[in-house]
């Protein structure tokens, strides 16, 4: 059975949803970063292994003990030894982790790690209930989101583009930030160009600590890609 028919039947079929959710992303984006992922490691291990005793002994070291347990048990997949063991492996196989990440980065381009940090401290502001950072068709999630289908990353998109369409329509400028109220609670929103950021909070979120968290997010990710505000 091919690595990838084994994810996806891992954990009762919820592998990729409970893998998107400790790196903060959705399910469909999980199983997007692996399929690239998955295939391109497989093949850095066959080629770094000399002959077949060693791909061998290296299977073998993989597979001692219980090294497959979080195929089952999804508490694992954030276990400390678990990711551990990952490093090591991806050591070995692509010389520094340095050297994994680089290719994970052009294989997967939308796992943003800083942006990920960012979101995840913003995530654990009082009131936030859910948070995004999306740039161009990706997504980085963090709360109670199952997929793309979510009606808080449907309504920031339209919001985003709405609001954009209507400041050139006025000849105002960019629409850079907003605050949307409703029956869910409030949505924090701030956008350039393809980024944006958002959260949905209570009524007990600092509303203006949040916009200017979420400002800094876009930001710093438009100083990263080289684009001038």
């Given at each position: ?60 070291i993989i597979e001692d003990g219980d090294g497959d347990a979080f195929l089952d048990d999804p508490t694992l997949i954030g276990d400390p ?28 381009p939308g796992l943003d790690k800083k942006a990920l940090g960012a979101l995840t401290a913003i995530a654990e502001m009082d009131g936030v ?101």
């Amino acid at each position: 059975m091919a690595l990838l028919d084994i994810l996806t039947q891992a954990q009762g079929g919820a592998f990729y949803a409970n893998a998107g959710k400790a790196v903060g992303i959705p399910p469909d984006e999980a199983r997007a970063a692996l399929s690239a992922l998955c295939p391109a490691i497989a093949l850095k291990l066959r080629q770094s292994a000399e002959n077949e005793e060693t791909l061998d002994a290296l299977l073998e070291i993989i597979e001692d003990g219980d090294g497959d347990a979080f195929l089952d048990d999804p508490t694992l997949i954030g276990d400390p030894e678990v990711a551990k063991d990952g490093n090591a492996i991806l050591t070995d196989v692509y010389g520094t982790k340095t050297a994994a990440l680089k290719e994970a980065k052009a294989l997967a381009p939308g796992l943003d790690k800083k942006a990920l940090g960012a979101l995840t401290a913003i995530a654990e502001m009082d009131g936030v209930q859910k948070a995004t950072y999306i740039r161009g068709s990706r997504a980085l999630v963090k709360g109670d989101i199952k997929d793309g289908k979510d009606p808080f990353l449907r309504a920031v998109r339209v919001v985003g583009k709405a609001g954009h369409r209507y400041s050139r329509r006025l000849d105002i400028g960019s629409f850079k930030k907003g605050v949307l109220q409703g029956p869910f609670g409030v949505i924090c929103l701030c956008c350039y160009g393809e980024v944006l950021a958002a959260v949905q909070c209570d009524a007990t979120a600092e509303i203006e600590r949040i916009l200017a968290e979420l400002q800094e997010v876009v930001a710093s990710s438009l100083y990263a890609m080289g684009v001038s505000q």
